[in-house]
């Protein structure tokens, strides 16, 4: 069974940092397209970034040049290293995985694998 466990939120102030972690169960998700979705109270999931199996990247633009997301395919983990945080970027970050190995997909319905999410909480 396919896990994904998310770790590494928590309280930030504005312009600080905070790195999350999203540790995979199974080796052969190091070779799928991985994304972070954040969701804040009261709204929808929204996309926050995306890489493929090859590193390339994208990414919402409330958080280009602030985030940035990264893999590493020997742990079997994937990272949001958030930067100059603001209180905007306070939710629940879900870390999240495709069947596919290509594409850059921002719909979370093509993922098919989800963490149990974790929070972060920025002060203003």
């Known amino acids: 069974q396919v896990q994904l466990v998310e770790s590494g939120g928590g309280l930030a102030q504005a312009g600080g940092s905070l790195r999350l972690s999203c540790a995979a169960s199974?080796?052969?998700?190091?070779?799928?397209?991985m994304a972070w979705f954040r969701q804040a109270p009261g709204k929808e999931r929204d996309f926050v970034a995306v890489?493929?199996?090859?590193?390339?990247?994208n990414y919402a633009e409330s958080v280009k040049g602030r985030f940035t997301i990264s893999r590493d395919s020997l742990k079997n983990t994937l990272y949001l290293q958030m930067n100059s945080l603001k209180h905007e970027d306070t939710a629940v970050y879900y870390c999240?995985?495709?069947?596919?190995?290509?594409?850059?997909?921002?719909?979370?319905?093509?993922?098919?694998?989800w963490g149990q999410g974790t929070q972060v909480t920025v002060s203003s």
């Open positions: 890489v493929a199996w090859n590193g390339v990247t």
């Open positions: 199974v080796r052969s998700l190091s070779a799928n397209v």
């Open positions: 999240a995985a495709s069947s596919s190995r290509y594409g850059l997909s921002n719909f979370e319905g093509d993922y098919i694998y």
